[in-house]
C-alpha cells in the first residue's frame, strides 16, 4: 500500500457525461500527478500540481481539468466524455515534487465510458 | 523529443532462468526509474538510478544504468513466478522538465 488513496476504484458513464476522479496524497507530500493508461496509449502523464499550484501539465485534453485543494487533495475532471477517454487513471504523489522524488502511485480508478 | 524504449515488450520465460530487460532512452538523462505493475493493478516504485554506473539490486532483481549509452538495464536472477509482472522504466531530463516520460513497458511471464 503506498499511502495514495484514489475514489472510486471504478466509474461506468455514458459519452458526453462528465466526472470527478479524486485522490488523496500520501501524508505529507505536496506533489499530484495524474496519469492516464491505456491499453494503445500506454501511460501518459496528464498534470501535475505542487501545493495548490499547477506545476505541469503533459498531454492532457481541454475537455480534462484538474485542480488541488488546500487540503491537498486532487480532483481531476472528465468532461465530454468520448469512449477513447475509457481507460485506467492514476493519482501519484511525491514529497515535493523534486528532481528526485519518486512517485507513489494510488490504486487507479478504472472508468469505463459506454 | 524524449523518447523512452524498452525491449522486449514481452518475455516469457522458466523459473530459475536469468534474464535481461533493456530501457534505451534518447537524450541525456538525470535520473532513471524502474517500476513494476501487476495485471490491474497500481506501479510499484524498484529502483531510483541517479548516475553513471549505478546498481541497484533488490532480491533477484538488479538494475544498472550506463548514462553514455542511455540504457539501463533490469537484469531478473533465476526467476520466479512471482516476479511475473509488467516492468516499465521512466527517464526525467532537464528537456521534460523533469516529468516522466515512460516506456512501453515489458510484460514478463514466468512459467513453473
Known amino acids: 500500500d503506498s499511502g495514495v488513496t484514489q475514489t472510486p476504484k471504478h466509474l461506468i458513464t455514458a459519452t458526453g457525461q462528465r466526472v470527478t476522479l479524486r485522490c488523496s496524497p500520501r501524508?505529507?507530500?505536496?506533489?499530484v500527478y495524474w496519469y492516464q493508461q491505456s491499453l494503445d496509449q500506454g501511460l501518459q502523464f496528464l498534470i501535475q500540481?505542487?501545493?495548490?499550484?499547477?506545476?505541469a501539465k503533459g498531454n492532457i485534453l481541454e475537455r480534462f481539468s484538474a485542480q488541488q485543494f488546500p487540503d491537498l487533495h486532487s480532483e481531476l475532471n472528465l468532461s465530454s466524455l468520448e469512449l477513447g477517454d475509457s481507460a485506467l487513471y492514476f493519482c501519484?504523489?511525491?514529497?515535493?515534487?523534486?528532481?528526485?522524488?519518486?512517485?507513489?502511485f494510488g490504486p487507479g480508478t478504472r472508468l469505463t465510458v459506454l | 523529443e524524449l523518447k523512452v524504449e524498452q525491449n522486449p515488450l514481452f518475455l516469457s520465460m522458466q523459473e530459475g532462468k536469468n534474464y535481461t530487460i533493456y530501457c534505451n532512452y534518447s537524450?541525456?538523462?538525470?535520473?532513471l526509474y524502474w517500476y513494476r505493475q501487476d495485471p490491474g493493478k497500481s506501479l510499484e516504485s524498484l529502483f531510483v538510478?541517479?548516475?553513471n554506473g549505478a546498481v541497484k539490486q533488490e532480491g533477484r532483481l538488479m538494475a544498472s544504468l550506463d548514462t553514455k549509452a542511455r540504457l539501463s538495464t533490469l537484469h531478473i536472477t533465476a526467476a520466479v513466478h512471482d516476479l511475473s509482472a509488467t516492468y516499465f522504466c521512466?527517464?526525467?531530463?532537464?528537456?521534460?522538465?523533469?516529468?516522466?516520460?515512460w516506456g512501453a513497458g515489458t510484460k514478463l511471464i514466468i512459467k513453473p
Open positions: 501519484a504523489s511525491s514529497d515535493s515534487g523534486g528532481e528526485v522524488d519518486t512517485q507513489y
Open positions: 501524508s505529507g507530500d505536496l506533489s
Open positions: 500540481y505542487y501545493n495548490g499550484e499547477e506545476r
Open positions: 537524450t541525456t538523462s538525470d535520473r
Open positions: 538510478l541517479l548516475s
Open positions: 521512466a527517464v526525467a531530463t532537464r528537456d521534460s522538465n523533469y516529468q516522466l516520460i
